[in-house]
């Protein structure tokens, strides 16, 4: 199968993909990025307000960890969803098995 692969061929293929919708993959890629780092420092502030909110409440600390993480992940989980959706991922049947997952 790599024998038939013509160099200069698959060259001019990658070449004229490049020129065609090279830019759209750029301000695609460019666009997950950011929604993937803002929604890291945005799940890591909420996760900071969590903890706060349960320190201020009495709430054991070991249960505050477990919660803090869980919000944690939950949050992180979305923004994996969302910059892979930028991408141009179909991530509906990701986000069906996690919503199921969730009902059991």
């Given at each position: 199968m790599l024998a038939e692969i013509n160099p200069q061929q698959l060259l001019d293929t990658v070449m004229t993909f490049l020129s065609t919708q090279?830019?759209?993959?750029?301000?695609?890629?460019?666009a997950a990025l950011a929604i993937f780092v803002i929604g890291k420092w945005a799940a890591r502030l909420l996760t900071r307000l969590v903890t706060r909110?349960?320190?201020?409440?009495?709430?054991d600390e070991t249960l505050t960890k477990f919660a803090a993480n869980m919000?944690?992940?939950?949050?992180?989980v979305v923004v994996v969803l969302a910059?892979?959706?930028?991408l141009g991922?179909?991530?509906?049947?990701?986000?069906?098995?996690?919503?199921a997952a969730g009902l059991a």
């Open positions: 090279g830019t759209q993959l750029a301000i695609n890629l460019v909110m349960l320190n201020r409440s009495k709430v919000v944690y992940a939950l949050l992180l910059s892979l959706n930028q991922v179909d991530t509906t049947s990701v986000a069906a098995i996690l919503a």
